[in-house]
């Protein structure tokens, strides 16, 4: 099947949530970074729009913290990052994490007239904003902006450098990542706002087993959460009443285990292939 770029967003809202704990086996700051950045890319390879980790009874404040930050450093643009991001201990094995390469992280190399680039706001005086937009160096806005924050703007012209704000419209351009203290908090959360709510469980059923009715429940439904466990807690195995459906995407496993970030892969690719989102 032809894969258009850039990609379209989903018709329907896709949330994952993560626990903390994802990061409890590893025991460096480089094999969490590289964890961190195999979630990442599934992340963005299944055009998720919100990742919301939570607490959950292994969660370290110390894993969800830095989870959050290498995750927002990896779907910002690499041409904003030095100035979006301070330098950090927590970011001092960022070298390990590979690319996105997202549409917005890949800005022109010429201003040409109407090219899209995601540019930061670094000062303002009265309707004359001043844009960072990387290698292309500083642009000016006319309009209001605030300063500190991320705009996407289109190149008006070369000389002087000058940009008005802009959308990427239909296309995919990242994931949002929030933080939750409990995991019941995430689904009340995506209960109201009328999602269905699928844990990832090895007492699930086959997602082809039950894509008839997964799609009957999207049809009514404005998008999908997808909880995961860590290495030691099953969410569905403890609380199962809070999920509409469980999911087993790797039947007959040949491993004792299967960890979160792979079962990340597994669901949603199954997901994706089987129509449902």
């Known amino acids: 099947m032809f894969s258009p770029w850039p990609p379209?967003?989903?018709?329907?809202?896709?949330?994952?949530a993560l626990p903390g704990s994802i990061l409890l086996t590893e025991e460096t700051l480089m094999l969490k970074t590289i964890k961190v950045g195999f979630v990442a890319r599934a992340l963005a390879m299944f055009r998720v729009d919100e990742v919301i980790l939570y607490r959950d009874e292994d969660s370290e404040e110390a894993d969800l913290e830095l989870a959050q930050i290498l995750l927002e450093f990896m779907v910002t643009p690499p041409h904003l990052r030095r100035k979006t991001f301070p330098l950090s201990p927590q970011l001092s094995a960022a070298g390990l994490l590979p690319p996105l390469r997202l549409v917005t992280h890949d800005p022109p190399a010429e201003p040409a007239p109407g090219a899209k680039v995601e540019?930061?706001?670094?000062?303002?005086?009265?309707?004359?904003?001043?844009?960072?937009?990387?290698?292309?160096g500083t642009a000016v806005l006319r309009g209001r902006a605030e300063v500190g924050k991320r705009v996407t703007v289109a190149i008006r012209s070369q000389e002087p450098l000058t940009v008005e704000l802009s959308?990427?419209?239909n296309a995919y351009v990242g994931f949002e990542v929030k933080r939750e203290d409990a995991l019941h908090r995430v689904i009340r959360r995506s209960r109201e706002a009328?999602?269905?709510v699928v844990a990832s469980s090895r007492l699930g059923k086959g997602v082809w087993e039950s894509a008839q009715q997964l799609l009957a429940m999207m049809e009514k439904a404005k998008g999908m959460?997808?909880?995961?466990?860590?290495?030691?807690?099953?969410?569905?195995?403890?609380?199962?009443h809070l999920f509409d459906m469980a999911l087993n995407t790797v039947p007959f496993q040949g491993t004792f285990t299967v960890r979160t970030e792979e079962a990340l892969y597994t669901t949603l690719s199954a997901l994706t292939n089987a129509g449902v989102l």
Do not use: A, M, N, Q
């Open 167 to 169: 959308s990427w419209e």
């Open 225 to 240: 959460l997808v909880v995961f466990g860590g290495p030691r807690i099953c969410p569905y195995e403890e609380t199962p």
């Open 8 to 16: 379209p967003k989903r018709k329907r809202r896709l949330s994952v």
């Open 119 to 136: 540019g930061l706001v670094v000062s303002c005086k009265g309707d004359l904003c001043r844009v960072y937009i990387g290698r292309l």
């Open 194 to 196: 009328g999602e269905v």
